[in-house]
């Protein structure tokens, strides 16, 4: 620690920046939170979770959870997959399975999640980015290649969300 007396000894008001400036500095080190929240945490918020491990993980720490669990959706596995993006050992979870996790932001995936929202106690800031849902939209199709690309046009949408990320959150503080 610096010492302010004497000869050759930093001033007050100068370690009292320097002070300052070392909070500001671990401040910038700290990872920002996010839980992807959807109904049954078994595609769009998944693909999310992915997404933002693989193009923000220097700056976000990131969590997906459900309203419900249902299970991981196979094709949101496969089409990650094709982009380099393996979420195959992801596990479908509720909030109440991410206990004493102080979140920034919450960002809810689909209207039901938006709508059902658990209260986040503290800072959290809940933020709605509404995706299609893809086991909706492809449900009437009969081949599984346009099963295949409702789940594509959709992942590439949450990649362009998360590009986006952190500065889209910040913005509308």
């Given at each position: 620690m610096p010492q302010t007396a004497g000869r050759g000894m930093l001033p007050p008001e100068i370690i009292s920046e320097l002070s300052q400036l070392d909070g500001r500095c671990s401040t910038m080190n700290h990872k920002m939170k996010i839980l992807f929240l959807c109904t049954g945490n078994s595609c769009r918020s998944q693909m999310a979770e992915g997404w933002t491990r693989k193009l923000k993980d220097d700056q976000m720490e990131v969590y997906s959870?459900?309203?419900?669990?249902?299970?991981?959706?196979?094709?949101?596995?496969?089409?990650?997959?094709?982009?380099?993006?393996?979420?195959?050992?992801?596990?479908?979870?509720?909030?109440?399975?991410?206990?004493?996790?102080?979140?920034?932001?919450?960002?809810?995936?689909?209207?039901?999640?938006?709508?059902?929202?658990?209260?986040?106690?503290?800072?959290?800031?809940?933020?709605?980015?509404?995706?299609?849902?893809?086991?909706?939209?492809?449900?009437?199709?009969?081949?599984?290649?346009?099963?295949?690309?409702c789940y594509r046009r959709v992942r590439d949408e949450i990649r362009a969300y998360v590009e986006t990320l952190p500065e889209a959150l910040l913005k509308n503080q």
């Open positions: 959870a459900g309203i419900e669990t249902h299970g991981l959706n196979p094709y949101a596995v496969k089409v990650m997959a094709e982009e380099g993006v393996d979420i195959s050992l992801h596990r479908s979870k509720t909030v109440r399975d991410l206990p004493g996790i102080e979140f920034d932001y919450v960002i809810t995936v689909c209207g039901h999640a938006n709508e059902t929202c658990p209260f986040f106690p503290g800072k959290t800031k809940k933020v709605h980015v509404g995706f299609d849902d893809p086991p909706k939209l492809a449900e009437n199709l009969s081949t599984e290649e346009e099963k295949l690309e």
